[in-house]
């Protein structure tokens, strides 16, 4: 008789004379790629993906080839109609793929571009589940949680591998153990460390201790209450990361180890720190990285002369974080003021262009609902810049046109992303053009000149109708403009878009006759991209969103000239070189 695991070893497919399945991929070689995996207990909203992103980024660094999924409990195909008041800004890969902000954590970390392989939904698993089953590639068997649903992510994970080369695949389980809609996530987890052997997988239980200001100390029992579930699903913890405010005190960790089988040395101290670029190092000093490839058995593989100038870089980086000397603030507007993770991506592309100019930037939030062309003086007189952010439906637009005219004409710092660039167009269309009706057909749908369209030409285009323009697409960028300067004199970049609406080409030459300057524009069409006007000491607009892709070592050059045009505003100094200067020779 052949032993269980030779057994399933030799099935490459479907069979109906056992009780194993486990699609295997063709060319899958067991052993090639071990697993990490991060899961929550106690609460949501603990930072899997943060963790998960900082451990990776150690390995990367030591040249280990890495590739993150999040696997998302909802039944949504993807992230595109979640409302991000909800659930988070919509992140959006170069491919088109709309995923959860966690992706951008990893993208950012990793310095690594994603695609629709490193993201997947409860209803992208089921979808091609019933898919199969349609296609009678099941055989007559009825179709199970167990073991189809666990095989096709399974197949998800091994797939990655595959495609990716990756000596570790990084996997995060969105939501907590104990949710309904993840929990065959787990058990396929179970499967894939009991198919895939000893010293395979490294399972590690993010967790929350609290500290009840009441009592004033460390309290490890939901902790220990939520280890306990997850040790009941078949799963033995290898690392244990306890989230908290403050350092987690030698006692509670002590408790956690001895409840959870987990040796002290592996229960780690993830607590609130002032910047997460500093939490690689956190798990570093504690020698959590060496602790997961002793436990992956795959310490030959790494490269140390690699690591140390990685980290060199890296330090490089972090230290400028604490030497962050002169503070300075930018306004933004936004119908989700109150919901942070609304804006991830744009609250770290300003962290990652102050820490280059040594700026501290702090964030004003400015809800637009009320605001008008006789109160927005009164709310903008204390930021040094302002960004208009990309937005959906016709909420606060008003106000944003108010703001967008109170930066042109008070030679105030603006950049507008995508809805934010929309405005500005409008703006400047009503109030320097005299189209006293300009708007956007969004807003008003019957407007008489509705400068922001979809249009017959651009639905011929995309081919798909009305639909939204999404992913990484090509700019052409106008020689002499402020955004070839800005982008170190290039004439093609890529940045990331998520649209449906565009200036209509048949006022290009009017706005241009005025003063606007098209200074980027879609290869092959008559679509516009990035705007600016010469004249104003920053005042720059893209349909794009570039916060999708400021890296911390490489921020975006209109990021970067938005805090230095900024700063420049505020300290009044003379030696303060310009906008451009700053970030040309930062982003050259
Ligand atoms: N609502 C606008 C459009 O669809 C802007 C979109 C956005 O800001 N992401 O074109």
């Known amino acids: 008789m052949p032993d269980s695991r030779e057994l399933l070893s030799k099935i490459s497919d479907v069979s109906t004379d056992t009780e194993y399945f486990s699609p295997m991929p063709a060319g899958y070689k067991k052993g090639k790629c071990r697993y990490v995996i991060v899961m929550g207990t106690v609460m949501s909203g603990l930072g899997k993906g943060i963790f998960s992103s900082c451990l990776a980024k150690l390995m990367q660094d030591k040249g280990l080839k890495v590739a993150p999924i999040k696997l998302e409990g909802y039944l949504n195909i993807d ?33 690594q571009n994603l695609s629709k392989a490193n993201f997947s939904t409860s209803g992208q698993i089921y979808n091609s589940v019933l898919a199969k089953e349609r296609h009678g590639d099941y055989l007559g068997r009825d179709v199970q949680m167990i073991p189809h649903v666990t095989g096709e992510v399974k197949l998800k994970l091994r797939n990655l591998a595959i495609d990716s080369d990756a000596d570790i695949v990084f996997v995060e389980i969105g939501g907590t153990v104990g949710d309904l809609e993840n929990a065959f996530y787990i058990e396929a987890m179970r499967e894939l460390a009991y198919e895939e052997g000893p010293g395979s997988c490294c399972f590690v239980g993010l967790t929350y201790i609290m500290e009840p200001k009441t009592l004033g100390e460390q309290k490890s029992k939901a902790a220990q209450l939520g280890i306990k579930m997850l ?71 790494i490269n140390l002369r690699k690591e140390r100038k990685e980290w060199a870089r890296w330090c490089d980086f972090t230290d400028k974080i604490t030497k962050k000397t002169r503070d300075i603030t930018i306004g933004i507007t936004g119908k989700y003021t109150s919901v942070r993770d609304s804006y991830a991506s744009i609250i770290n592309a300003l962290e990652h262009a102050g820490i280059w100019l040594g700026a501290k930037v ?45 930066a042109r004409e008070n030679d105030l710092p603006y950049l507008g992303i995508c809805l934010g660039f929309q405005v500005a167009v409008i703006e400047f269309a009503r109030n320097v053009c005299g189209l006293k009706d300009a708007n956007s057909t969004e807003i008003d749908p019957n407007c008489a000149n509705g400068v922001i369209d979809i249009l017959p030409e651009q639905k011929k285009i995309e081919g798909l109708g009305g639909n939204m323009r999404l992913g990484g697409r090509d700019i052409e960028v106008k020689s002499g403009t402020i955004a070839f300067e800005l982008f170190g004199k290039k004439n093609m970049v890529r940045m990331r878009f998520r649209h449906r609406y565009e200036v209509d080409p048949g006022y290009i030459e009017q706005f241009e006759k005025a003063g606007l300057v ?71």
């Not at 991000?84 to 990793?110: C, K, Q």
């Not at 890296?551 to 300290?571: E, I, S």
Request: hydrophobic share 35%; proline share 7%; charged share 25%.
């Open 362 to 406: 702090n964030i004003k939030w400015i809800d637009t609902t009320r605001l008008t062309d006789s109160n927005v003086t009164e709310e903008l007189k204390d930021v040094s810049g302002i960004i208009v952010p990309g937005g959906f439906g016709t909420r606060g637009t008003e106000g944003k046109i108010a703001c967008a005219r109170y």
């Open 231 to 301: 040790m009941q699903t078949g799963i033995q913890p290898d690392i244990i990361a306890c989230r908290a405010e403050n350092p987690v005190s030698q006692t509670a960790r002590q408790k956690i180890s001895v409840f959870s089988n987990v040796p002290f040395e592996r229960v780690f101290s993830m607590h609130d720190s002032a910047s997460i670029y500093t939490i690689p190092s956190m798990l570093r000093d504690c020698g959590l990285d060496f602790e997961v490839l002793r436990l992956l058995k795959i310490e030959d593989r």
């Open 518 to 588: 098209f200074s980027g524009k879609a290869p092959d069409y008559p679509i516009m991209q990035i705007f600016e006007l010469p004249e104003h000491p920053y005042f720059i607009g893209t349909q794009a969103h570039p916060c999708l892709t400021s890296r911390p070592l490489d921020p975006q050059p209109m990021f970067v000239g938005l805090v230095a045009a900024a700063m420049k505003l505020h300290f009044r100094e003379s030696d303060l070189p310009d906008a451009i200067n700053i970030a040309q020779k930062i982003c050259s």
């Open 79 to 111: 992230s595109g109609t979640l409302n991000p008041f909800r659930h988070g800004e919509v992140f959006v890969l170069d491919d088109g793929m709309e995923t959860d902000m966690d992706l951008g954590t990893y993208e950012r970390m990793l310095d």
